[in-house]
Structures are given as structure tokens and as C-alpha cells.
């Protein structure tokens, strides 16, 4: 199944959000030239982007649960038993009965049709995991600066005077752009400084490393925000002309004990004054923000400290949103989220529901549903669920509590690509595709739009999401859907999401674009956001206080220990077993207070799930925290930030 038309190449990688270009050629996975992989270079994971399509355990035909067992049945019978139970909660219930979860690796128009169907229904019960990944970090950005996303291109990192990477470990889960980016930024003489309490891959090439204990990266950051402004290294300009709230903001800064706060993180404070100067004397500083750093106190010191020294709209500088999961950007640009539609306009909007409605037929509810915790929490009424590519069972919060909701709904259709927990609990199942059998488009971490080409065809009865999609909503909704393929979705979501206004489906045929386009309709004019305003009412940014925490210990007041948990890099459900990189890494004095040596079996267990994995130990990470990949970490962080108990198996 190839579509190749005149100068495009391949494919793009489905295991991260860096968005590599590669295809595969006499069995062999090949890099292309591609805007985040300039060279064709791929990491390891993108060498086995092929892997999951044929992978022995790939769901292959449709699923019917018949007398408590699910069974092979014809695509036919699979969408009718699908589109009965829905309809059976419909008709009883109301559309606020049935909940929709989508997926980050779903392309930009499995996404919008998923959307497109629950809001057609009569409902926003509408989510996906991209959402909570870097939430906080998105809604900073989005309510103080205009867009929830990064605000320069990732090429755009070599031109930076100084690099300061949060919360993250990009030499590892985004390899191949911190060797195209931040590498050579720093060869050029760039600063780079890590903050981060595990010492790991991206240290090694750091000039300082800051590790603050757990939960205190926003009292560093405003006490070197304090610093910057007794050092005179403030952008007085940049602060007066395109700023608000400056004189509060300074104000609060003044009563800032930074000496006390210093002690507080636990970090020396020449530390922060000689990582202040660094920032403070750059004249372009760039920020790298991960999962580490994705609190709300965080992400506003963080823009604090951009507006501070004039970092924001020009080359060199910015924040990036290090996202890890192939299309979460793409996800939320599209409106599979519960309270904003395709382009990030909130559902209250009335005249964006006006302009989707001119589109679709049918006005979207104006109410914002529950987020995806909440619509399957034992407190909403949600009596059916459709979830294509998501694996609520496990990725949301109180495993135990979702998985009995899961089993007690009325009907339950899964699109997923391998049996999962929650495909234990589905009434269908319909198999689906991977990426690399796929058409489409997804959104990379710095807003390219890149075009999907299927390079193998789907095994057995398995089909991509789009079709499987398309099929309910022509079942359900018809005529909004009765013409629908990737091209003309795409074209369909530009027309009613404003930041994708500009862009063609045939166009990215060639290259990819980024969003939003300038006023002339050139696509490289977004490289580098906010070059003269801020999308917002007044065209200015506004400074924030920040919200600092209490002051914590070296451990948890229980003896518990602080978890730290690692960048989330893509997965299948069907990929191979966590390796020695998720294993859990403790300081020796704590390996030693709790009779575990290297190598050693563990069980990590807090009030919400307890997981088994192996010990590191090593000093790398601060006494008094723990270090735990997100993928075998999750089912201990659903209720929030951890803190947890370590104990060696017999």
C-alpha cells in the first residue's frame, strides 16, 4: 500500500512526538531527511518503528463478547453490535451517558472524527491522554502568552546563548533532536544547565546541574528570578512594551527570602546566583520544559523568567515543550479534549460553536464536560464508552475504581491495535492499525504538521482508526460523515480550527508546515511565535506569582521517599518489557536504610498501586528520592505527585 507522490519519502515515526521521517527498505528500518532528523538519523526506537506491525500478538479481526467471552465476528456484525449498544444508551439515557477517550498516537483526523462524533452525538465527554501529559505547562502557556505550545522550532535551539533544560532527560527521549539542536549549540559555545534531581545523560553535557529536592524547581527558579533583577540583568524594554503586572510581580520578589529558599530546595545559593549570571548575561536563552516540570508553579516561573529577560519571540530563545507521545500535540490541536474545540477555542465560545456548526450540521454542547478521569469515575453517570488507541484501565487514576466502571458500562467498543486491560472489559473490539500502515497527518512537538503514507498494509482484518471511525459515524450521525478520508477531514478541521487555517493537505505532500501560518500565508513564518504580540486580549503577557510550596525534607515527614518519574517515551501496548533504563535508581544511603542492594528485585508501593521492578543504585539521584521510568511509575502517580515505600522481595 504505497502512495507515494513526487518528492516525499517515507514516513514519520510513531514512537515519540519528535516527529523522525524514516521507511523501511529490504527489511531494514531507514531514516529520511525530514524536518526534526535532518541526515536520516534515528534513535533506537525509531530503527523498530516496523516492529509492532508484526508483532505475533496484533489483533487481527473484530471482537463480539458473546455469553461473557469475546469471539471473531465479521466487520458487519462487529459495527452493528457497536452501533446498537450505543444507540440502547442513547435512547435510554442521553448523550451525557456516553464518554469518548481518544489517543496521542491517532493521526490529526482520527482524532477530529472522534471528536466530531461525541459533539454530534450531543456531548463533550471527550478526552485523551495528551491532555494531562504537560497540562499545566500547556495551560501556562496558553492563558499568559496565547497558544498552549511550544513557541519556536527545534532548529531554531542552535542559535540559543544558553540552554536551560527542567524536569527532562532529552539526550535520551528525544535523542535525535538534542543531537541535531542542543548539541551543537553547545559546541558552538552555548551554556547548557540541567535541573533536574536525577543526574543522567543530558548532565553529561551540562556546564552546571542543579538537582533541587522534588517539588521545589519553581522556588529555584523565581530565587534566580530575584537575582537576575538585583543583578540589573532585566530586558526594561521587553518588561515595558509587551508586559503586565511587572510592579506585583516585583514586589513579590522583594519579600522572596532567597537565602531561605535556597535551603528550602536544598540547593547551595552561589549555585542559583552563578546559574542567574548565566541566564541573566545570555543573550539568548532558551528553555526545555519536560514532565519534570509539568507543575502549574513551574511552568509560571518559568515564563516569569522568559518575560524577565525578553526570551520570547526571537531566534534563539523560547520554551519548548518536550512532549514524548507521537501526535499529543496534534490530539489537542484537533479538539479531542472536553472543554475546547479543533484549534483550542473554548466550547463557551459562541462563535466558534457558530462556525462548527455551519460546518457539521449540528451545534457542539456549550457546557465543558468532565476531564477523562472524571468520565469514568464512579461519579459521573456514563453508562457506554467508545475509546480507540487508550488504555484507561491502567493510564488513568484508581486503576481498580475504572476497571469495575469499565466492566459495569453498558457497552464498551475498543479500536486498539493489541489486547489490553481494557480490551479484558470491551463489549468489542475492533482491530486496529499502527502508524506505519496509516494515512494521515500528526503535529510534531514544535507545531509541524507532517504527512502519514502507510508503508504496509494492516494484517488480517485490522483497519486504521480513520475507517473504523468513519464506520460508527456513518452508522450513527450519516451524512457529516458519509464522504470523509483523510484529505478531506483535514481539510474539513483547517476550516473550522484557525491555526491550521492556512495549511493543504495536498501542500505537506512536498514538506511539512507549521502552525499558525503568518498574515501573508507563509508557512515559516511560525517558526518562531510572538515576534511582535502575544495572542492574547490586550497583545501582552502578563507576570504571575507563584505558588511555592511548603518547605519540604529530604524525605517524606513518614520516611517515604520522593519519586521522581522519567519522560514517557512511546510505546505500543504490544512493545518489549520495561529494560534497565526503567529501573528504579536510589541513592546508596537509601538503597542501604531499606536492605536493597544493585540489582536487586523491589517492590515501590504507595496508597495507590504498588509495582514490581529492579534497583539501581547509584548517587545520581538526590538521598531521599527515587527515579522510576513513567512507564512502569504510572500506576503509582495517579493520585498526583508521589511519595513512596521501598522494600526488597524475598
Known amino acids: 500500500m504505497r502512495d507515494d507522490p513526487p518528492g516525499t ?29 535532518p541526515n536520516g538519523r534515528l534513535c533506537e526506537k525509531g530503527l523498530r518503528a516496523f516492529d509492532p506491525a508484526t508483532d505475533e500478538d496484533r489483533l487481527t479481526s473484530p471482537l463480539v463478547r458473546e455469553a461473557g467471552d469475546l469471539v471473531p465476528a465479521s466487520w458487519e456484525r462487529a459495527i452493528d453490535a457497536a452501533v446498537d449498544g450505543i444507540e440502547t444508551v442513547l435512547a435510554e439515557h442521553g448523550p451525557e451517558a456516553l464518554a469518548f477517550l481518544g489517543a496521542p498516537r491517532c493521526t490529526n483526523e482520527e482524532n477530529y472524527l472522534l471528536q466530531k462524533l461525541a459533539r454530534t452525538l450531543g456531548t463533550n465527554r471527550v478526552d485523551n491522554r495528551a491532555r494531562r501529559c504537560h497540562a499545566a505547562m500547556a495551560r501556562a502557556l496558553g492563558d499568559r502568552l496565547g497558544w498552549p505550545a511550544t513557541t519556536n522550532s527545534l532548529a531554531d535551539l542552535r542559535r540559543a546563548d544558553a540552554i536551560l533544560v527542567v524536569g527532562a532527560n532529552p539526550a535520551v527521549r528525544q535523542p535525535v533532536a538534542f543531537d541535531a539542536a542542543v548539541r551543537p549549540a553547545v559546541a558552538d559555545g552555548a551554556t547548557l544547565i540541567h535541573v533536574d534531581p536525577h543526574q543522567n545523560e543530558t548532565t553529561r553535557l551540562a556546564t552546571r546541574h542543579v538537582a533541587p529536592r522534588p517539588g521545589t524547581d519553581a522556588l529555584v527558579l523565581s530565587c534566580c528570578c530575584a537575582h537576575l533583577v538585583a543583578a540589573g540583568h532585566v530586558d526594561d524594554a521587553f518588561v515595558h512594551e509587551r508586559t503586565t ?47 519534570g516540570a509539568d507543575r502549574a508553579p513551574t511552568a509560571d516561573a518559568l515564563l516569569n523568567l522568559l518575560l524577565l529577560t525578553g526570551n520570547l519571540g526571537r531566534p534563539g530563545t523560547g520554551l519548548h515543550v518536550l512532549r514524548g507521545l507521537a501526535n499529543e500535540q496534534g490530539a489537542t490541536d484537533a479538539g479531542c479534549v472536553p472543554d475546547r474545540l479543533p484549534g483550542h477555542q473554548p466550547v463557551t465560545d459562541a462563535d466558534a460553536r457558530a462556525t462548527v456548526a455551519a460546518e457539521w450540521g449540528d451545534e457542539p454542547p456549550p457546557t465543558p464536560a468532565p476531564d477523562g478521569a472524571g468520565l469514568l469515575s464512579g461519579d459521573e453517570d456514563v453508562h457506554g464508552a467508545v475509546v480507540v488507541g487508550e488504555n484507561p484501565a491502567v493510564s488513568k487514576r484508581d486503576a481498580d475504581g475504572t476497571a469495575r466502571r469499565l466492566a459495569d458500562l453498558s457497552v464498551l467498543v475498543v479500536a486498539e491495535c493489541f489486547h489490553t486491560e481494557t480490551t479484558r472489559h470491551a463489549d468489542v473490539v475492533l482491530p486496529a492499525a499502527v502508524g506505519v500502515e496509516k494515512a494521515g497527518t500528526v503535529t510534531n512537538l514544535d507545531r509541524q504538521v507532517q504527512r502519514l503514507r502507510p508503508r504496509v498494509d494492516p494484517p488480517g482484518d485490522a483497519r486504521p482508526d480513520f475507517e473504523i471511525l468513519r464506520a460508527l459515524g456513518r452508522r450513527l450521525v450519516d451524512d457529516a460523515f458519509a464522504d470523509a478520508d483523510p484529505a478531506a477531514t483535514f481539510a474539513e478541521l483547517t476550516r473550522v480550527a484557525p491555526p491550521y487555517a492556512d495549511l493543504r493537505y495536498d501542500d505537506l505532500a512536498d514538506r511539512p508546515g507549521r502552525w499558525p501560518t503568518d498574515a501573508s500565508g507563509t ?3 511560525a517558526d518562531v511565535l510572538y515576534r511582535d504580540s502575544f495572542a492574547t486580549g490586550d497583545g501582552r503577557a502578563p507576570f504571575v506569582t507563584v505558588d511555592l510550596p511548603a518547605r519540604p525534607g529530604d524525605q517524606a515527614d513518614d520516611g517515604g521517599l520522593h519519586l521522581v518519574v522519567g519522560d514517557r517515551a512511546g510505546r505500543f501496548a504490544g512493545d518489549e518489557p520495561a529494560t534497565d533504563d526503567e529501573a528504579l535508581v536510589v541513592h546508596p544511603e537509601d538503597a542501604a536504610a531499606h536492605d536493597v542492594v544493585d540489582g536487586a528485585p523491589v517492590v515501590v508501593s504507595n496508597d495507590a498501586a504498588s509495582v514490581e521492578t529492579t534497583a539501581r543504585v547509584s548517587p545520581s539521584i538526590r538521598r531521599g528520592t527515587v527515579y522510576l521510568h513513567a512507564s512502569v511509575a504510572d500506576p503509582l502517580v495517579r493520585g498526583g505527585d508521589a511519595v513512596v515505600d521501598l522494600s526488597h522481595t524475598d
Open 523 to 525: 508557512r515559516s513564518g
Open 9 to 37: 519519502d517515507g514516513t514519520v515515526c510513531p514512537f515519540c512526538a519528535v516527529g523522525c521521517r524514516l521507511d523501511r527498505e529490504d527489511g531494514r528500518v531507514q531514516g529520511r531527511d525530514g524536518p526534526a532528523n
Open 245 to 291: 503586572g511587572v510592579d506585583r510581580y516585583r514586589t513579590w520578589l522583594d519579600d522572596l527570602d532567597v537565602a531561605a529558599g535556597a535551603e528550602r530546595a536544598g540547593v547551595e545559593g552561589d549555585t542559583i546566583e552563578a546559574v542567574a549570571a548565566d541566564l541573566g548575561t545570555a543573550d539568548r536563552l532558551a528553555v526545555l520544559a519536560g514532565t
